[in-house]
């Protein structure tokens, strides 16, 4: 598909809905501040079918739309993300214009594994660098600070521009910086998600540590795609918001639902008064929020491109945050402080 086309179809969605971009601190990474997310263009037990001509179009529409940071990683369908992205964004000779973070997978947190994993990225990716390069999910065997150190020799030889972290704790960031700091902390976070807010984002924001949040539409469900939590598929139902009955869970919690979609109506109501989408709403509220740099949005489809980047076209205000605020507020608390998303008790993640 040629580039021109997009160019010409979205030159009026760029005009209306300037970009805007934010340095992630201590990089020289002037960043998009919706960043796109790569999970979503391939297909798996999570998104289910994916239609391939439509994510290389929308890839190539990020683009014309003023994206320069893209987030991908190897667990995104065993490399196949990044495999697409290397085919498509190498094809329209664009690699120079973006910044392209990817991450290593949580099973291969040895020092020799992580330089295998990165390599092999590396690969797939059709590129001799990668300007972010984060750990996923910490790994029980290993020490972060192990696991840390390779990120560091990679840097070092020139494979990554800069290394970050993702889904860490308080207490494992000190461990991380006291070998270095790593420039950012992808973690979860949208307006049925808000734990980070109590701990480890006041932590990053007091350490100069740049926020990516992921998850901003909680897979979907905050773009109104949803009217129960019975209709919302197994694969987007993993979450400490569902019931442990449900198929793919492991938090072996009672779950939120009757809260979770509570607080779902009265988002509706808050977006209903403003004549705005909920998608548009939930990612301008994250776009709001203090210490966020980049909002990491997917889409599998031009048109959903379209309805993310109207966030950007007005700011909230400060009574609209606050009325989104109150409206998730009893499920925070039921929810409780773990802000591990998916794990509880013994397993939870985040140290």
Known sequence: MPR???AAFFFAVRKGNPMQFQTLPGTDL?????????????????????????????????????????DTATMYGNGASETLM???????????????????P???MRPDEIIAECEASLQRLQTDYLDLYQTHWTNPEVPIAESWGALQRLQEQG????????????QDLDAVSAVQPPVSNQLPYNLLWRMIEAEI?????????????YSPLMHGILADKYQTAAEVPDGRARSRHFCSDRELTRHGEPGQ????????????????GLNRHMADVSLAWAL??????SVIAGASHPDQLTRNLKSLESPLSDESIQALNNATAELMTALGPNPDMWDAGENARYH
């Open 288 to 293: 709001q929020q203090p210490g966020i740099v």
């Open 4 to 6: 021109r086309f997009f």
């Open 159 to 170: 494979k990554i521009r800069h290394a970050g972290v993702c889904n860490l704790g308080t």
């Open 106 to 108: 949580p099973n291969r």
């Open 257 to 272: 639902e009757a809260h979770t979609f509570a607080a779902l109506d009265r988002i509706r109501g808050v977006a209903a």
């Open 30 to 70: 002037s960043v998009s501040r919706l960043c796109f997310g790569c999970w979503g263009i391939i297909e798996d037990a999570h998104w289910g079918e994916r239609n391939q001509q439509d994510s290389e179009r929308t890839l190539l529409a990020a683009v014309d739309c003023g994206i320069n940071f893209f």
């Open 201 to 213: 984002l006041p932590k990053c924001r007091q350490n100069s540590i740049g926020v990516l949040v």
């Open 86 to 104: 290397g085919q498509v964004l190498t094809q329209a000779g664009l690699r120079d214009k973006l910044i392209i973070a990817s991450k290593t």
